[in-house]
């Protein structure tokens, strides 16, 4: 039980990587826009975070310097894709690229480096319960403000006036400006927000998550919670169940490692790309409950005139 536990508490860690990258991006593709360069932008917020949060020793700076450096790039990135025109696929994938090299040349100093000691949360009066202690009360608060932001962006989705606008921008751009909405600056926006968001996790990831600074160490989770907001089929609550489940998948290797399960370690390595795999491979047999879901103007763009 205390095994499981661990598991448990690991793959809500894992998972919160993974769902505040994709509900960003889920942001940005509600509003009709692709951004296939959440891998660059989260190994460029890591290496800012880490490295905001060597100097100040302050993980609240180190969150807000990745969540900015995501943001800068993601509005680079809308401004070519939203005002410029050009194709969002080669556009998000220079940015992954440049992100990658970029995070690389900058994060040369700070390979060696060391943040100070890591603080130990847990929730007054929860964190001695047996089992559910350490295996939900005793997480980092990003955590749980991972689970917040997740009812947040459904109620913001849903419930309010701008995110009915916002699905409106991604349904039908042409119909939002003949009423009268700036949809460039909507999805520019949209673009900002959700680059803010993948910032704010690639800086978990470095900070609290590892907490260190490797080259490349996002390690793909920027395509998974590309591929995660397909998965969820655009809907907030099925994006962090979906993170959960890669988180544990992830977390799974070790465990079974931990075990003394006499599986190659490459073998396990690869769990957590082939669930990715696999899931897109069975959603895409359904291309009729794809279509009903996904925004009608996913990925077009779009030139008001007049």
């Given at each position: 039980?205390?095994?499981?536990?661990?598991?448990?508490?690991?793959?809500?860690?894992?998972?919160?990587?993974?769902?505040?990258?994709?509900?960003?991006?889920?942001?940005?593709?509600?509003?009709?826009?692709?951004?296939?360069?959440?891998?660059?932008?989260?190994?460029?917020?890591?290496?800012?975070?880490?490295?905001?949060?060597?100097?100040?020793?302050?993980?609240?700076?180190?969150?807000?310097?990745?969540?900015?450096?995501?943001?800068?790039?993601?509005?680079?990135?809308?401004?070519?894709?939203?005002?410029?025109?050009?194709?969002?696929?080669?556009?998000?994938?220079?940015?992954?690229?440049?992100?990658?090299?970029?995070?690389a040349f900058v994060g040369v100093?700070?390979?060696?480096?060391?943040?100070?000691?890591?603080?130990?949360?847990?929730?007054?009066?929860?964190?001695?319960?047996?089992?559910?202690?350490?295996?939900?009360?005793?997480?980092?608060?990003?955590?749980?403000?991972?689970?917040?932001?997740?009812?947040?962006?459904?109620?913001?989705?849903?419930?309010?006036?701008?995110?009915?606008?916002?699905?409106?921008?991604?349904?039908?751009?042409?119909?939002?400006?003949?009423?009268?909405?700036?949809?460039?600056?909507?999805?520019?926006?949209?673009?900002?927000?959700?680059?803010?968001?993948?910032?704010?996790?690639?800086?978990?990831?470095?900070?609290?998550?590892?907490?260190?600074?490797?080259?490349?160490?996002?390690?793909?989770?920027?395509?998974?919670?590309?591929?995660?907001?397909?998965?969820?089929?655009?809907?907030?609550?099925?994006?962090?169940?979906?993170?959960?489940?890669?988180?544990?998948?992830?977390?799974?290797?070790?465990?079974?490692?931990?075990?003394?399960?006499?599986?190659p370690s490459q073998f396990l390595?690869?769990?957590?790309?082939?669930?990715?795999?696999?899931?897109?491979?069975?959603?895409?047999?359904?291309?009729?409950?794809?279509?009903?879901?996904?925004?009608?103007?996913?990925?077009?763009?779009?030139?008001?005139?007049?």
């Amino acid at each position: 039980m205390e095994a499981l536990a661990l598991l448990l508490a690991a793959t809500l860690n894992a998972g919160t990587v993974l769902a505040i990258a994709a509900l960003g991006l889920l942001l940005n593709e509600r509003a009709g826009i692709v951004n296939l360069g959440a891998e660059g932008m989260m190994l460029v917020a890591a290496i800012a975070g880490f490295a905001t949060g060597v100097h100040t020793g302050s993980d609240t700076a180190a969150f807000a310097a990745g969540a900015a450096a995501g943001a800068l790039m993601a509005g680079a990135f809308g401004l070519l894709v939203v005002y410029l025109g050009t194709n969002q696929v080669a556009t998000g994938l220079a940015l992954s690229l440049f992100g990658a090299g970029f995070s690389a040349f900058v994060g040369v100093d700070y390979v060696q480096g060391k943040l100070g000691e890591r603080p130990q949360f847990a929730v007054p009066g929860l964190a001695d319960l047996p089992f559910f202690g350490p295996a939900l009360f005793r997480q980092h608060p990003m955590v749980y403000a991972a689970m917040g932001l997740t009812a947040a962006m459904v109620w913001f989705l849903y419930r309010s006036r701008a995110g009915l606008v916002l699905r409106a921008v991604g349904e039908s751009p042409e119909s939002a400006h003949a009423l009268g909405y700036p949809v460039q600056r909507i999805r520019l926006g949209a673009v900002l927000a959700g680059g803010a968001l993948c910032g704010l996790a690639g800086s978990y990831l470095s900070v609290v998550y590892t907490p260190l600074w490797v080259e490349g160490m996002v390690a793909g989770k920027g395509w998974i919670a590309l591929a995660l907001t397909t998965f969820a089929t655009w809907r907030p609550a099925r994006v962090l169940l979906g993170a959960y489940l890669f988180g544990g998948v992830t977390m799974l290797q070790f465990h079974l490692q931990g075990q003394g399960v006499d599986v190659p370690s490459q073998f396990l390595s690869m769990l957590p790309y082939l669930a990715t795999i696999v899931v897109l491979v069975l959603i895409s047999r359904n291309t009729g409950f794809i279509k009903a879901n996904m925004p009608a103007s996913l990925g077009k763009p779009f030139t008001p005139s007049g």
